[in-house]
């Protein structure tokens, strides 16, 4: 039986019916067409499909979309404003972070929450964050090079005056 | 793979759940609560040699995604529940964790990390970032895995368990609540509401390691939790150790744990009592480690988190 549910994502309000099966990641996909997010695995090993719940990283093909109401869900495509880039998002073009890009998403959205919490962090910091997230392509220097990047990059753009941006 | 189907139901309340897996359980109803476990456990394996997702398990006779050969009906999901996530320190120091608490949580609970050193550090080491935002202390104690990572250092700290049913609540001590891999004595109709860490004395410390072939999204070879107080005179006067992975539940290893009472803290008592706690335990050789291997690592990794637990017991 489907269920009628509500969802919020990238700041718009979603009616949908959905069966009590169906993961996030599914709705997203295939009743939004937000292929943005990317199914890897589909049993929370890879990280691709990676969405922020309330600013949170989580599976989306672990949690079901029944489940997922009252959250404010952020996608891949929620992030850019417009045609302008989030910082995070330039610096992994900029340093070479993206090869076949399946595990953009999922990385960039991760990072993302990360420079939220701690704005400033180690390397560590960042090779933690995104442990749970896999890319079969770049070996991980890059994109760990790409956070710590965006993270020096937001941190100068902060500290601009006002009329300087 | 898709996830087979059922219906979600979403209480209110811990009653109203409690009425709802009593009323469904002869179709088969299971509770939701993050569903790191359930929402893979209950599809068909892909690669019969990944699963289960423990050591200490034999692949070949107890595999439990297979036992799951008619996935539930319902399941009952507590995330609609108010009051079941949280972390409080009660006047006598006993500190509750609402089952409903994701491991994120825990770990970055400053209380947790100081009080219950070994409980943050085996939640440091579960799966991956996501995993730990989305998984529960409750899901992880009823899952009962061997060698789930918030459990095994749940057993080394003497958690009892609140069980609410329609009729009852009742509290278990952990060690006596799992029986055997994912099986437990919870009742259909009994929901996990809290769990409560005895108050530790003063002088006392706590520690996790585990040993895995990696360090994110990985299952144990071993894990071992310790917990030592010492008297005013610097001698041991408590002590507990647990084994993860090595046997079909985590293990109190009681025979070590009884070797250190009343005797002065050193690196020759700990190096004993590591090898005390090797022999009492039997674990099996799969894809992660030998038989004989993990036995040896557990005489290390004892030694190695007694050291530790010392540090912060003094
Ligand atoms: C990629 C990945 C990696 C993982 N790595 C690890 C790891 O390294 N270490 C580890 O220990 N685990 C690991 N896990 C397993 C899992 O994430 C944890 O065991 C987690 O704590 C389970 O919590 P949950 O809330 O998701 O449980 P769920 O999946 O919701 O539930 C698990 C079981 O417990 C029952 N249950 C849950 N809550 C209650 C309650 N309050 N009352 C009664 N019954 C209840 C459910 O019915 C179900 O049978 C991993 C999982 C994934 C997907
Ligand atoms: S698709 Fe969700 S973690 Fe791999
Ligand atoms: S760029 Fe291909 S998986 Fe990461």
């Known amino acids: 039986m489907k269920k009628l549910i509500t969802l919020s994502v990238n700041s718009l309000e979603h009616e949908l019916a959905v069966e009590a099966n169906v993961s996030l990641a599914d709705v997203l996909r295939y009743q939004l067409g937000l292929t943005g997010t990317k199914k890897g695995c589909g049993i929370g090993d890879c990280g691709a499909c990676t969405v922020l719940m309330d600013g949170v990283p989580v599976f989306s093909c672990l949690v079901l979309a029944v489940e997922a109401q009252g959250f404010d869900i952020l996608t891949i495509e929620g992030v850019a404003e417009g045609s302008e880039l989030h910082p995070v998002q330039k610096a992994f073009v900029e340093v070479g972070a993206i090869q076949c890009g399946f595990c953009t998403p999922g990385m960039v959205l991760n990072a993302l929450a990360l420079l939220d919490k701690n704005p400033d962090p180690s390397e560590a910091d960042v090779r933690l964050a995104l442990s749970g997230n896999l890319c079969r392509c770049t070996g991980y220097q890059k994109i760990v090079e790409a956070v710590l990047t965006a993270a020096k990059d937001m941190m100068k753009e902060e500290a601009q005056p006002e009329e300087a941006k | ?314």
């Open chain 2, 1 to 314: 793979m898709s996830i087979p189907p059922f219906e979600v139901l979403q209480p209110e309340s811990l009653q109203e759940a409690c009425e709802l897996l009593g009323k469904h359980s002869s179709e088969g109803a299971a509770v939701l609560a993050g569903g790191t476990d359930i929402l893979v456990d209950i599809r068909r394996p892909i690669i019969p040699e990944h699963l289960p997702r423990c050591s200490g398990c034999d692949p070949k006779t107890l595999m439990p995604r297979k036992a799951v050969e008619k996935p539930p009906a319902y399941m009952v999901a507590l995330s609609r529940i108010p009051d079941l996530s949280g972390i409080s320190e009660a006047k006598n120091g006993d500190i509750s964790i609402g089952s409903m608490t994701t491991i994120t949580q825990i770990c970055e609970s400053q209380l947790v990390r100081e009080k219950l050193t070994a409980l943050a550090e085996g939640g440091d080491n579960l799966g991956s970032p996501l995993v730990r935002n989305r998984g529960t202390l409750g899901g992880n104690i009823c899952n009962a895995r061997p060698a789930a990572d918030a459990l095994v250092p749940s057993v080394a700290l003497g958690a009892q368990l609140e069980l609410q049913s329609v009729n009852e609540t009742r509290i278990v001590s952990v060690s006596d609540f799992v029986t055997g891999p994912g099986r437990t004595i919870r009742k259909a109709d009994e929901v996990l509401s809290k769990v409560i860490f005895p108050a530790l004395p003063e002088m006392s410390g706590s520690s996790c390691i585990k040993l895995a072939n990696r360090k994110a999204l990985e299952i144990s070879v071993v894990n071992v939790a310790a917990v030592l107080t010492l008297d005013k005179a610097g001698k041991i006067s408590q002590a507990k150790v647990a084994l993860g992975s090595v046997a079909p539940t985590p293990v109190l290893a009681e025979k070590a744990a009884a070797s250190l009472i009343g005797e002065k803290p050193s690196d020759d008592l700990f190096k004993e009592a590591g090898k005390t706690a090797a022999g009492e335990c039997k674990p099996i050789t799969d894809h992660r480690g030998s038989a004989l291997y993990r036995v040896d690592m557990v005489g290390i990794l004892v030694k190695n988190a007694l050291q530790k637990a010392l540090e912060r017991a003094r």
